[in-house]
């Protein structure tokens, strides 16, 4: 999960490295998020314009603490979370909106635009690491149709989604004829995460098909298909 603090000089912004312990106050039960940092030096305005857009899409739905900006998180890895009430519904790219002051968190579902929880919170701790590490998830968009462009059309709805993934490469497929979209694990190692993405963005997970080229460097491939036309 990476975590966007509100507060940091827009000239600069840091991710801190670590674990917050949450205790949800309805049930008495600690929640821990699972912070995998990231250093957002490179594009801070950019950055700030995506958790500016998330807060601005959950007032939309619900009421938002008045003269307070909260501590904006995305969720990378759900199955460490799903122990706990609180992120029991969550999937890879939610977003948690923690409001320390008003002693608030918000579940937010970018995809769907859709509240998925709400629980009152109180951040007991925050142990930060020496060295950060860094959790990146890289991808390789294929063309799997006949029309020209269409993972660049793609690439608009998949950073909505997935805004801490990283394209790498584009290319087309050796078939066009593919009618829904198919995610691929590289790796042989991240099921788990790779079907959670696929859910994300609406799409197959499967295995690489017969006669596709298995690209280099990424952790998963994507073949885009005729359904996000």
Same mark, same amino acid.
Request: charged share 25%.
């Given at each position: 999960?990476?975590?966007?603090?509100?507060?940091?000089?827009?000239?600069?912004?840091?991710?801190?490295?670590?674990?917050?312990?949450?205790?949800?106050?309805?049930?008495?039960?600690?929640?821990?998020?699972?912070?995998?940092?990231?250093?957002?030096?490179?594009?801070?305005?950019?950055?700030?314009?995506?958790?500016?857009?998330?807060?601005?899409?959950?007032?939309?739905?619900?009421?938002?603490?008045?003269?307070?900006?909260?501590?904006? !998180? *995305? =969720?990378? %890895?759900?199955?460490?979370? +799903?122990?706990?009430?609180?992120?029991? #519904?969550?999937? @890879?790219?939610?977003?948690?909106?923690?409001?320390?002051?008003?002693?608030?968190?918000?579940?937010?579902?970018?995809?769907?635009?859709?509240?998925?929880?709400?629980?009152?919170?109180?951040?007991?701790?925050?142990?930060?690491?020496?060295?950060?590490?860094?959790?990146?998830?890289?991808?390789?968009?294929?063309?799997?149709?006949?029309?020209?462009?269409?993972?660049?059309?793609?690439?608009?709805?998949?950073?909505?989604?997935?805004?801490? !993934? *990283? =394209?790498? %490469?584009?290319?087309?497929? +050796?078939?066009?004829?593919?009618?829904? #979209?198919?995610? @691929?694990?590289?790796?042989?190692?991240?099921?788990?995460?790779?079907?959670?993405?696929?859910?994300?963005?609406?799409?197959?997970?499967?295995?690489?098909?017969?006669?596709?080229?298995?690209?280099?460097?990424?952790?998963?491939?994507?073949?885009?298909?005729?359904?996000?036309?």
């Amino acid at each position: 999960m990476n975590i966007e603090s509100m507060k940091m000089p827009p000239k600069k912004m840091f991710v801190i490295s670590g674990v917050i312990a949450l205790v949800v106050c309805t049930s008495s039960l600690a929640v821990y998020f699972y912070l995998h940092a990231r250093e957002l030096e490179k594009r801070p305005d950019k950055q700030n314009e995506l958790i500016q857009q998330t807060i601005s899409a959950v007032s939309k739905l619900i009421a938002l603490p008045a003269g307070e900006q909260p501590t904006v !998180a *995305t =969720i990378s %890895d759900p199955e460490k979370l +799903k122990s706990q009430p609180f992120f029991a #519904s969550s999937v @890879i790219g939610d977003k948690v909106l923690v409001y320390q002051g008003a002693k608030k968190a918000i579940l937010y579902r970018p995809s769907e635009n859709k509240i998925m929880e709400v629980s009152s919170i109180t951040i007991s701790d925050i142990s930060t690491q020496s060295s950060t590490q860094k959790q990146e998830i890289r991808v390789v968009l294929y063309n799997g149709t006949t029309e020209t462009g269409l993972t660049k059309k793609y690439e608009t709805e998949f950073k909505t989604k997935l805004p801490n !993934a *990283t =394209i790498i %490469d584009r290319d087309n497929a +050796k078939r066009s004829d593919y009618a829904t #979209s198919l995610l @691929i694990d590289l790796t042989g190692a991240k099921e788990t995460e790779g079907k959670g993405l696929a859910k994300t963005l609406d799409m197959e997970y499967g295995t690489l098909p017969k006669g596709e080229i298995k690209p280099t460097g990424a952790d998963f491939l994507i073949i885009v298909g005729e359904d996000k036309k």
